[in-house]
Every structure is written in C-alpha cells, then in structure tokens.
C-alpha cells in the first residue's frame, strides 16, 4: 500500500481523497515513499515571517500625518490670532486719533526746564534781564515738585519795565515767570487757576501762555504788542 501526502502541508492522505483535508487545497501531485518504513511526509515550502508579510495598523500609519497636520492648523490659528490683534491695537489709535482725544504724556522733545525755556527766549533777543530760578525749598508759592504742581520755574524781569515798588524784585509784574509741568494737564489746571484769580481781582490779571507743559506768565503793566513777542518765540521753541 502507498502512502500519500498533501505536496502543500504534509498531511496524509487517503486513496481517494481529492482534496486535503487539512488545507483545503486540491490533490494535484502527492509523494509516493515506496516503502512503509518510510512514513515521512513531504516537507511544506517555506513559510514567511510574520514580520515579512505584517502591514502596519491604519492608526499607525495616519498617526505621523495627522499630527503634522494639527501642528499646522495650531501654527495658523496663533497667526490669525496676532494679526486680529494688531490690527485691533491700530484701529483702536485710529479711533483715538480722529475722535480729537488727547493723552497727557510728559513732553518728549523741546525745553525740560525753566531754565531753557529762558535761554531759548534770550536767544531769541527779547528784553531779560536778570532772573531767579527756584528750588523747593526757595518757591514762594511752596508749590515746586509738590503733586500736580510745576517741576522748575524762573522769574524774570523785562527791561522794558521800571520796577513796581509794591512788588519784590523777581516778581511776575515786574516782567514774568516760567513754570514747567510733568504733563499737559497740570500746565492746563494751573493756566485755569490763575486766570481766575486775576477775573476775581483785576490787580493781578496777567498774560498767560501756554505751549505744551511750558506756562509763561506776563505781568499786565506789558503791552499787548510786548506781551505777543513772547507768545509767538513761545510756539516756536
């Protein structure tokens, strides 16, 4: 009796059997051994490694492009997100800026001090004489570098003026005073408050300028013409 055997798997085989019965596959050759002692079946082929024949899961494969893709869309997002917020900033100034408001920021340019303002004047050859610059501690008004209030000031006598007996020597009616503030608002409060002590008691009305944070006040005994040369010199320093 002849043995038989699946070529594909091995398996024995019966006489009559036209299919294997452990793979399925159809009887086209099987091997014969010519002896019983021989019962040895015929060798399957080679099986490929799993590691040959694995493709990787469809979550694996998408995972890497995907998250390139969120990192892209996150990138753009934040840029959408800067760009709204500038043009935000710039329309807002621009609102600013039309509507006529004005910020009080300390002056970036032009005279700081009292004292320059009155160099600025002498260099443009108007009438001063001698002057006075005080500190906090000389200011007959004790408002110098008090909150609000000027940060220099310098009085000054116009030679085109005898001096007023009823006055003391550096006083603004015997030609005028320069004050200078942090910021246009308390220039602004302090050009107000005069101007209304002088409505309240015309003795002391004076000319007031003023440019900026810089208030130059003149004493009334100037004539208009006079007290107009120190406005115009004023705008332009």
Known sequence: MTNRYCSHCGQALSEDSRFCQNCGRPIQETAHVPTPEADVPVPPPPRQQAWETATPPSGLANALPQRRSNTLWLLIGTAVVIVVLLLG???????????????????????????????????????????????????????????????????????????????????????????????EDDAIRRKEYVEDIGKSFSPFSEYIYREGTVLVRLSHRLTPKQAAEYENVLKGI
């Open 89 to 183: 900033a710039v329309i807002a100034m621009v609102n600013v800026a039309d509507s006529g408001s004005q910020l009080s920021l300390p002056t970036l340019s032009g005279p700081q001090s009292a004292d320059e303002v009155l160099q600025a004047l002498k260099d443009e050859e108007l009438p001063i004489g001698e002057s006075v610059a005080y500190t906090a501690k000389n200011d007959p008004n004790d408002l110098l570098g008090r909150p609000n209030q000027y940060t220099s000031k310098v009085t000054f006598e116009d030679t085109r003026l005898k001096p007023d007996p009823m006055a003391d020597k550096f006083d603004v009616q015997n030609g005028g005073s320069i004050e200078v503030f942090e910021n």
